[in-house]
């Protein structure tokens, strides 16, 4: 079976005599079974065997899924992430194997592609992964706001200025500078009118760049009125678009919240909704990395119409483009609070990319510390797993010194981050897609003495 990949007539008699012999635990034992062998065609499992299971590589290579779809409904996609919570054991079935078998319902507002060849970074398993987060919003002169009067209430519509496109050239030679290989840029930050400054600004960049992916940030891309708030990454060595996502939540910002920015337009009266056309799927890129999505701010935090199905996928990454208040380290507040949602959940790394701008003019809360703002935060599943509830995110607080430069990572789960030899701070990282084979069994000698109260 391993050599190519069929069951063969003769083995799958044995594994129905086997079953109908044990019953449930011959059932178990032989998707185990199956499982192990699948393992070989899984480019995450260190089991990865590139001479075995030849024709269900080539179709995951080719397709995204193991499965034949003419033959099966929904699909069976290989593990690059477990959930990052604490387990001593699996505590259900699907925990046990090294697949993802996804429902046709799983499937649903669910837009599953997997990356052309061409478009691949060709990231190994595990792989550390370096991350330059761009604010490129400085204030909001940088910007276009707009109060809309159509349909009932207040409505408003924040859009990059057509002059950030100057900025475009240093930013990309900062991000090759820094040996970037993904590039992540807040919310507000791109245009219909800026996407072909933007192609033009990459044919420039050098072949032997390191920096492979660039995530455009997201802005009114697109013809409806009002237009969509979405979010376009890019293949930096060919310039295509590899995945595009239009905000499915729009953000209701309240004459508090207004004030506390300090947002043009004001007096603010009322509560205003966002004015864009909402997107209704997901996106879901299947690469090397793993498999990513991206969440435009308020989704992020919105997660009934998502979460199931991006469990129920295996997401890995999320990339979530911000338009916020600067990202605390003392307090937890609501975007981080997702980001480790979506660890525990997913054990997906979440990049969250944030400008400079609500930062450059907000009123200061007085609980706030001095130094005590970031515009960028990367949060993961630790190296090992985790054994206790203290050490279940791996989190990098991250800064950059101006609206072109990448952010350097300020503080490492608490820790104050130093540079090495008189340079620059480090980058924040991911680490590519890694399917673990078990969980952290307790030895029985680890058993604690639990007293009277046992």
């Known amino acids: ?52 299971m030849s024709a269900l590589r080539v179709r995951y290579v080719l397709h995204g899924h193991l499965n034949n779809p003419r033959e099966t409904t929904g699909l069976l996609l290989p593990r690059c992430a477990r959930p990052g919570k604490v387990m001593s054991e699996w505590e259900h079935k699907a925990d046990f194997f090294g697949v993802h078998r996804v429902t046709r319902s799983d499937c649903d507002r669910i837009r599953l ?52 496109g100057d900025r475009f050239g240093e930013v990309i030679d900062n991000l090759r500078e820094s040996g970037a290989e993904i590039g992540v840029l807040p919310e507000s930050t791109v245009s219909k009118l800026l996407v072909p400054r933007w192609e033009n600004q990459l044919r420039e960049l050098p ?82 990395l793993g498999r990513l999505a991206v969440l435009i701010c308020e989704d992020v935090k919105q997660t009934v119409p998502w979460a199931a199905k991006l469990q129920a996928l295996g997401v890995s990454h999320i990339l979530v483009p911000l338009f916020a208040a600067p990202i605390q380290r003392a307090r937890t507040q609501w975007e981080r609070q997702a980001a480790q949602r979506c660890v525990e959940e997913f054990g ?30 990367v949060v993961g599943p630790p190296e090992r797993r985790a054994t206790t509830y203290a050490e279940l995110y791996d989190t990098q607080f991250c800064r950059a010194d101006s609206a072109v430069d990448p952010s350097r990572v300020h503080f490492h789960n608490g820790t104050p981050v130093t540079a090495e030899d008189g340079g620059p701070l480090p980058l924040p990282t991911v680490r590519a897609g890694w399917s673990e084979v078990e969980p952290t069994w307790a030895d029985v000698d680890e058993e604690p003495d639990w007293g009277a109260a046992g």
Request: glycine letters at 10%; charged letters at 25%.
């Open 348 to 377: 997906a790394w979440v990049v969250l990319s944030n400008s400079l701008a609500v930062g450059a003019n907000w009123e200061v809360p007085d609980y706030l510390e001095a130094g005590d703002g970031f515009n960028c935060a």
């Open 113 to 164: 592609e997997r990356i052309p060849s061409r478009n691949d970074p060709g990231f190994t398993a595990g792989e550390t992964i370096s991350v330059g987060a761009v604010p490129m919003l400085q204030n909001y002169d940088d910007l276009v706001f707009e109060w809309p009067r159509r349909g009932p209430g207040r409505r408003y519509r924040i859009s990059p200025s057509k002059d950030l």
């Open 207 to 288: 072949k032997d760049s390191s920096l492979r992916w660039l995530l455009l940030g997201t802005g009114p891309v697109g013809d409806t009125n009002p237009p969509p708030n979405r979010a376009v990454l890019v293949d930096c060595r060919t310039g295509e678009t590899i995945l595009e996502q239009d905000k499915m939540a729009g953000f209701t910002l309240t004459t508090d919240l207004a004030d506390q920015w300090r947002l043009p337009g004001g007096p603010h009266r009322g509560p205003a909704h966002e004015d864009i056309s909402r997107g209704l799927d997901i996106t879901v890129l299947d690469s090397s």
């Open 1 to 52: 079976m391993l050599q190519s990949g069929l069951v063969t007539e003769r083995l799958a008699g044995e594994i129905v005599r086997e079953i109908d012999n044990h019953g449930h635990r011959g059932m178990f034992a032989a998707l185990v079974g199956l499982d192990w062998a699948l393992a070989a065609a899984n480019p995450f499992s260190p089991a990865y065997d590139e001479s075995a």
